[in-house]
Nanobody
């Protein structure tokens, strides 16, 4: 059964860091690209970062220089290291492959 499960969210102060994990099951991660998306309250879902099967990465302008995506194909995990967090990073974060989505997890940046 194909599944994406996110973990690592929570509450953090502005300027702090969090690392999100996305664990994939039911398919061979190394053959596919994985994306992180987020949806803030009252806003539409937006792409944050992508990690392609051939090693390329991309970031939205709003997180470039602060977030880093990485993957461990042997562990079937994709990570999103988030540094210098801002209140506007508050959102539900989702892991994605094609039409498949994780359930999402809440990241709240607040003092």
């Amino acid at each position: 059964q194909l599944q994406l499960v996110e973990s690592g969210g929570g509450l953090v102060r502005p300027g702090g860091s969090l690392r999100l994990s996305c664990e994939a099951s039911g398919f061979t991660l190394e053959h596919y690209s994985i994306g992180w998306f987020r949806q803030a309250p009252g806003k539409s879902r937006e792409v944050v970062s992508c990690s392609t099967y051939d090693g390329r990465t991309s970031y939205s302008d709003s997180v470039k220089g602060r977030f880093t995506i990485s993957r461990d194909n042997s562990q079937k995990k994709v990570y999103l290291q988030m540094n210098s967090l801002k209140p506007e990073d508050t959102a539900v974060y989702y892991c994605n492959w094609g039409s498949n989505w994780g359930k999402g997890l809440l990241v709240t940046v607040s003092s």
